[in-house]
Every structure is written in C-alpha cells, then in structure tokens.
C-alpha cells in the first residue's frame, strides 16, 4: 500500500529537499511506496488559497500530518516541532509515525512510483 505526498514549498527555503530525503528514508523505515508530487508556490495569494502555513509544507494524502490549530497562511520558513525543539524539517522517526498512520488509516492513492 502506498501513500500519496504533496510537498508544497517555496522557492527560497530550500529545506524541501531534506523534507524530500527524509521522507523517502521514513518510507523504507515504513516499507511504504511514495507517489511524491512537489508543487511550489510562489505569492502570498496562492499561500492563503492553499492554506500554507510555511515552507515546506508536507500532505500525506492531503492531510497535513504536522498542523498545527490557528496557523495562518505565509510565504515564510516554516519550523516543526520536533524532539530536539523546533526544526526546518520533521525527524525521520516523526515522518515515519506520520507515515504509518497514514497507511492504517487505509488511505490509498491512485498512482504510485517506488521510492
């Protein structure tokens, strides 16, 4: 079973690509196929259409796993919360916990590439 990833993003916060490697070793941690899409956003129009609440923004089945109540859209870095305090990008063991929800959930998405 697979899941689907969006990785949403902007241009100048290049932590997308940790969220991206991070999320593959997650997977193999899950044995999970990814279908991971990357869609950047680029004004704060399209910010507050998609709900964004800072780059990168990661949704697992459309869901953003890490929401957080009250978070208002931004064209801005965004920190997770992590063990370690706040980062650029969730741990592996934060993504693969997302992961396996997802996956239990039964969520499955249309297509999937391996990871």
Known sequence: MGVSVTIRYLDGCRSWQRVRERLRAAAREVD??????????????????????????????????F????????????LYDTPAGPAEVPTIDQLATALRRCRAAGRQPAGMERR
């Open 32 to 65: 999970v196929e990814l279908d991971v899409r990357l869609e950047p956003v680029e004004t704060l129009q399209e910010a507050q259409r998609l709900g964004l609440p800072g780059s990168p923004t990661i949704l697992l089945e459309g869901v953003d796993p």
């Open 67 to 78: 929401a957080r109540p009250g978070s208002v859209p931004a064209v801005a870095c965004r």
